[in-house]
């Protein structure tokens, strides 16, 4: 399999993918915004169609899409701060009206690669692309890993403390973006909210801290990522579907063994 150079540069843009969304994911998951990560796919499909039309590469215009649908989520949060979800609504519909209109345009042939993800497609610029935007995405994590625990868990407290909660949700929201977006060569944007949500929820059933929770999140997505692009290499799938079936079937073995030690336990 590592023979082929697309197979080399897709299980290196894969790890990448496979500890980016995760990461993102696992904040995103505890602060209940789980389905921005869908919401913003939607948005980036209709900037790769965008960029398709206009013979621009389809990862940049979906990357400024979505950066624009995130800050605009984020504007919208203010107006309806009794109805938050009322903003991934709009944003979703807006999404999903444009890339209708967009695909139906035409010149759009290779949109089912960006809907489902492919692994022939990807390039040393998609390459080079995912390897620096996760260098920003980790060394923000790093540099505010304190702020963003804070603000995770008590918004209102930590802008109290002097956190600057406005700046950090903006930019954790183009970090949420800019992952979404470069997802979509290898995962696909239909599937990448998946990746974000499904190793983070497998984490949370054995994870006892915070920061085991994270790392538990990072180890199941790289591990759903090399067994999907494996299953899709041999079988001829869409790597999509085989990186997030083989999350969930990861979720589902964790469920079921931990519903048998239970058993087991209260048996003795």
């Known amino acids: ?29 505890l602060r209940r915004q789980a389905v921005i990560g869908d919401t913003l796919s939607h948005v980036a499909l209709s900037g790769a169609a965008f960029g398709m039309l206009t013979n621009i590469y389809p990862v940049y215009t979906g990357i400024i899409f979505s950066i624009i649908a995130a800050l605009g989520i984020e504007g919208l949060r203010k107006k309806y701060e009794n ?3 009322l903003s991934l609504a709009i944003i979703l519909s807006t999404g999903v ?17 960006y809907l489902f993800g492919s692994l022939a497609l990807i390039s040393n610029q998609d390459l080079i692309l995912v390897i620096g935007i996760g260098i920003i995405i980790f060394t923000t994590i790093i540099l505010f890993y304190r702020d963003l625990f804070y603000i995770t868990f008590d918004e209102e407290g930590a802008h109290l403390a002097g956190i600057s909660s406005k700046f950090l949700n903006h930019y954790f929201s183009i970090l949420v973006a800019l992952t979404v977006a470069i997802s979509m060569r290898i995962v696909g944007v239909l599937l990448i909210s998946s990746l974000m949500v499904l190793p983070v929820a497998t984490s949370l059933l054995i994870a006892n801290s915070f920061k085991s929770g994270l790392i538990y999140s990072n180890s199941f997505g790289i591990i759903s990522v090399i067994l999907g692009l494996i299953l899709s290499f041999y079988f001829d799938l869409a790597p999509g579907g085989t990186i997030v079936l083989t999350a969930l079937a990861i979720l589902l073995l964790v469920i079921i ?6 058993k087991i336990q209260k048996a003795n």
């Not at 299980?11 to 980016?20: D, K, N, V």
């Not at 890339?99 to 345009?105: F, M, R």
């Not at 063994?257 to 239970?262: E, H, Q």
Request: glycine share 12%.
């Open 1 to 29: 399999m590592l023979y082929y150079e697309f197979m080399q540069r897709s299980l290196i843009m894969g790890i990448m993918i496979g500890l980016i969304a995760p990461t993102i994911g696992y904040f995103l998951v």
């Open 83 to 85: 109805y938050a979800e």
């Open 257 to 262: 063994t931990g519903s048998i030690k239970n």
């Open 97 to 113: 009206g444009l890339a209708s209109i967009l695909i139906s345009l035409g010149n759009t042939q290779g949109v089912l690669s």
